[in-house]
């Protein structure tokens, strides 16, 4: 995760938020244009998130309840005014892209895919958003309506009408079964030395259909490694009792659009 020093004004920040800034290093650990990630090095470590008003209401609902669940770190505060801010303990360790974990990618593919099936087996009862599959869906719609797409995602659909058709067909398929990560990718998964700390960035998540994660889990392990060598042991380590690769391809035209 890159930490890149800064020094803004914290006149940017709630006064809230003083004794956590106060005296304390700071770093820029942002991964999107759509929010900031600041790492404050005060007392272990915080992560704040920032982003537009209401942007991380969401967030910060999934965060304390996969909190609660042992999976993810403490939402220490929640603050929407003009902006959003988010402010979490650090997790221990480091992502999944560090370079040790890269380096034995058999290992790596095995472990992801296990967290991922242990996530997937936890009960969801009280989880703040009981239907992903419809905001998924509905997001998937309103860029289509924009034109907009990134056939990238799912090269066997060679133009987006055609994975438009594809998803509308069978969109039917896509139940709410699990407790989504919902961008199960190697960067939001936390180790420290091959033992899982936690999750991070799960904004996306809530009770939804498997193969959301599966897709993402495939995907980033061929993105980081830069090889698609370890998909196979990535759903056999999985289980491939839960797959259904239909539903992959359907979430492929999906996220064509996402």
């Given at each position: 995760?890159?930490?890149?020093?800064?020094?803004?004004?914290?006149?940017?920040?709630?006064?809230?938020?003083?004794?956590?800034?106060?005296?304390a290093a700071l770093y820029d650990s942002s991964?999107?244009?759509?929010?900031?990630?600041?790492?404050?090095?005060?007392?272990?470590?915080?992560?704040?998130?920032?982003?537009?008003?209401?942007?991380?209401?969401?967030?910060?609902?999934?965060?304390?309840?996969?909190?609660?669940?042992?999976?993810?770190?403490?939402?220490?505060?929640?603050?929407?005014?003009?902006?959003?801010?988010?402010?979490?303990?650090?997790?221990?360790?480091?992502?999944?892209?560090l370079r040790k974990y890269l380096d034995e990618?058999?290992?790596?593919?095995?472990?992801?895919?296990?967290?991922?099936?242990?996530?997937?087996?936890?009960?969801?009862?009280?989880?703040?958003?009981?239907?992903?599959?419809?905001?998924?869906?509905?997001?998937?719609?309103?860029?289509?309506?924009?034109?907009?797409?990134?056939?990238?995602?799912?090269?066997?659909?060679?133009?987006?009408?055609?994975?438009?058709?594809?998803?509308?067909?069978?969109?039917?398929?896509?139940?709410?079964?699990?407790?989504?990560?919902?961008?199960?990718?190697?960067?939001?998964?936390?180790?420290?030395?091959?033992?899982?700390?936690?999750?991070?960035?799960?904004?996306?998540?809530?009770?939804?259909?498997?193969?959301?994660?599966?897709?993402?889990?495939?995907?980033?392990?061929?993105?980081?490694?830069?090889?698609?060598?370890?998909?196979?042991?990535?759903?056999?380590?999985?289980?491939?009792?839960?797959?259904?690769?239909?539903?992959?391809?359907?979430?492929?035209?999906?996220?064509?659009?996402?």
């Amino acid at each position: 995760m890159k930490r890149t020093p800064i020094t803004p004004p914290h006149s940017l920040f709630p006064a809230e938020l003083s004794c956590f800034l106060s005296g304390a290093a700071l770093y820029d650990s942002s991964s999107s244009p759509e929010a900031r990630v600041y790492f404050i090095d005060k007392d272990g470590g915080y992560y704040l998130k920032t982003a537009a008003r209401g942007a991380l209401k969401r967030e910060q609902e999934l965060a304390r309840y996969f909190h609660g669940k042992g999976l993810a770190p403490e939402v220490l505060a929640y603050i929407s005014a003009e902006r959003d801010f988010m402010l979490t303990a650090r997790v221990r360790g480091e992502d999944m892209t560090l370079r040790k974990y890269l380096d034995e990618p058999k290992k790596l593919s095995e472990l992801s895919a296990s967290l991922l099936r242990g996530l997937h087996e936890t009960d969801f009862s009280g989880c703040p958003v009981q239907d992903h599959t419809a905001r998924y869906l509905a997001t998937a719609a309103e860029n289509f309506k924009k034109g907009l797409y990134d056939l990238s995602y799912a090269p066997e659909f060679k133009t987006a009408g055609e994975a438009w058709d594809f998803l509308q067909k069978n969109a039917h398929m896509l139940q709410n079964e699990v407790l989504l990560h919902g961008d199960y990718c190697l960067p939001n998964v936390m180790l420290e030395d091959w033992r899982f700390t936690g999750f991070i960035d799960i904004g996306n998540g809530g009770v939804g259909d498997r193969h959301v994660d599966l897709f993402w889990g495939a995907w980033t392990l061929a993105f980081n490694l830069g090889t698609d060598a370890y998909r196979e042991r990535f759903f056999d380590a999985y289980g491939r009792d839960k797959l259904i690769k239909e539903k992959l391809s359907l979430v492929a035209a999906a996220e064509i659009f996402g």
